[in-house]
Nanobody, 120 residues
Framework: QVQLVESGGGLVQAGGSLRVSCTAD????????MGWFRQAPGKERDFVAA??????STYYADSVRFTISRDNAKNTVYLQMNSLKPEDTAVYYC???????????????WGQGTQVTVSS
């Protein structure tokens, strides 16, 4: 079992930057690929970025301005978001699974989400 806790969300003006973090408990964080997804009100949960267990491979949704990274020593995965736009407003979720996938179905564990709001 892996428990994930996101942090770092908040309100930011368009054009600004924000870094959200996801910290896992347990000693098996390094065994998992990690993904970031987001869900806006009334919309489906969309893939944002994913990273394999070592951090050597990363995957992104088209046209994202974000960077995913991880620090296995700190059991933490990050999403650095730059040039934010109002359409980036959503709840951002991190997830852990065996493979770095664009599909939410491939992930076994999810955090509770952190709200990111971008004002125009």
């Amino acid at each position: 079992q892996v428990q994930l806790v996101e942090s770092g969300g908040g309100l930011v003006q368009a054009g600004g930057s924000l870094r959200v973090s996801c910290t896992a408990d347990g000693r098996t964080f390094g065994n998992y690929a990690m993904g970031w997804f987001r869900q806006a009100p009334g919309k489906e949960r969309d893939f944002v970025a994913a990273i394999n267990w070592s951090g050597g491979s990363t995957y992104y949704a088209d046209s994202v301005r974000f960077t995913i990274s991880r620090d296995n020593a700190k059991n933490t995965v990050y999403l650095q978001m730059n040039s934010l736009k109002p359409e980036d407003t959503a709840v951002y979720y991190c997830a852990a699974g065996p493979f770095a996938s664009r599909s939410p179905l491939e992930y076994d564990y999810w955090g509770q989400g952190t709200q990111v709001t971008v004002s125009s």
